[in-house]
Nanobody, 124 residues
């Protein structure tokens, strides 16, 4: 089992930056593909960014491409989401997810482990 805990959310003005962290416990997740999803109020959860277990392959939603960067530090069992040039439409609860095995995916049902989420609010 892997437990995931997100942190780093908060309130930021448009154009600002935040870095989210996702700390894993229970066992190392160095061999797991990981991703960040987000869910705005009243909307479905949507894919934001994904990273392969090796860190060699990334995938981003078009809405965040060029502004967000996903990375991992396997020695610290932590995944990060650096969010730059934030927009009000980035406001959402951000969730970290990990797959038990296999390559990364943009589909939430393919992830086995989820954190509780962290709120990001971007004011205009």
């Amino acid at each position: 089992q892997v437990q995931l805990v997100e942190s780093g959310g908060g309130l930021v003005q448009a154009g600002g930056s935040l870095r989210l962290s996702c700390a894993a416990s229970g066992r190392t997740f160095a061999t797991n593909a990981v991703a960040w999803f987000r869910q705005a109020s009243g909307k479905e959860r949507e894919f934001a960014a994904a990273l392969s277990w090796s860190g060699a392959n990334t995938n981003y939603a078009d809405s965040v491409k060029g502004r967000f960067i996903i990375s991992r530090d396997n020695a610290k069992n932590t995944v990060y989401l650096q969010m730059n040039s934030l927009k009000p439409e980035d406001t959402a609860v951000y969730f970290c997810a990990a797959k038990h095995w296999g390559s990364s995916s943009v589909y939430a049902p393919q992830y086995d482990y989820w954190g509780q989420g962290t709120q990001v609010t971007v004011s205009s």
